[in-house]
């Protein structure tokens, strides 16, 4: 069981370029979702899933898509870097709320670190 | 703006001593999180309290909500080095988890 796993853990991207940040969970989580964290401001919330086929925009999501054609997966694209996006980026899961379901907390990825110059 | 903000910003202690701290949030709730977070990693998910709770206990940990003053604390009982860290609240409403900009605790032995 290896939970949230995100990949690359480390990049450096040349402003303008585009890149997808993966995200695979294995404990078949219906809800996913991304986060970015800069120095002082916490984790702000870019895009989130609640099933395959299903996402939406959080505080944050321009400049970013994602898709979820799977359960187990949800990447992260970045279409027009810029140094604005240099981040550490969170990806995370957990179940639907609901009946038998007793803990709904969510597991994070270690995150992926983010340098755009 | 965040829908939640944790008080204290940071928070030194000696080891032994309980440390508190303090969540608010703006909008309904269906539940709020706390999460720890080590230098360097991940966030690691320590207790959820649904918004019909009032208090819950999870080892050394110690959690309350007031739905009416859209608040609640976290209180760690008898602190130890290995508590130092970041602790972020999250609230949970409509399908999103929301997280506040965190409380950073020292304890020092």
């Known amino acids: 069981n290896a939970g949230v796993t995100q990949t690359p853990k480390f990049q450096v991207l040349k402003t303008g370029q585009s890149m997808t940040l993966q995200c695979a969970q294995d404990?078949?989580?219906?809800?996913m979702s991304w986060y970015r964290q800069d120095p002082g401001m916490g984790l702000r919330l870019i895009h989130y899933?609640?099933?395959?086929?299903?996402?939406d925009q959080g505080e944050v999501p321009n400049g970013y898509n994602v898709s979820r054609s799977t359960t187990e997966d949800f990447p992260l694209r970045l279409l027009s870097a810029a140094p604005s996006q240099t981040s550490v980026y969170f990806c995370a899961s957990s179940y639907r709320p609901g009946p038998g379901i007793r803990n709904y907390g969510y597991t994070f990825g270690s995150g992926t670190r983010l340098t755009v110059v | 703006s965040q829908q939640g903000e944790e008080d204290p910003q940071a928070l030194s202690i000696q080891e032994g001593e309980n440390a508190t701290m303090n969540c608010s949030y703006k909008?309904?709730?269906?539940?709020l999180q706390w999460y720890r977070q080590n230098s360097g990693r991940g966030l690691v998910h320590l207790i959820l309290?649904?918004?019909?709770?009032r208090e819950k206990h999870s080892g050394r940990l110690r959690v309350t909500l007031d739905t009416s003053k859209k608040s609640s604390s976290l209180l760690i009982t008898a602190s130890r080095a290995a508590d130092t860290a970041s602790y972020f609240c999250?609230?949970?409403?409509?399908?999103?988890?929301?997280f506040g900009a965190g409380t950073i605790l020292r304890v020092k032995s």
């Open positions: 309290i649904r918004s019909n709770e």
């Open positions: 909008t309904s709730i269906n539940n």
């Open positions: 899933s609640v099933g395959a086929g299903i996402t």
């Open positions: 404990m078949n989580h219906e809800y």
């Open positions: 999250a609230t949970s409403y409509g399908n999103k988890l929301v």
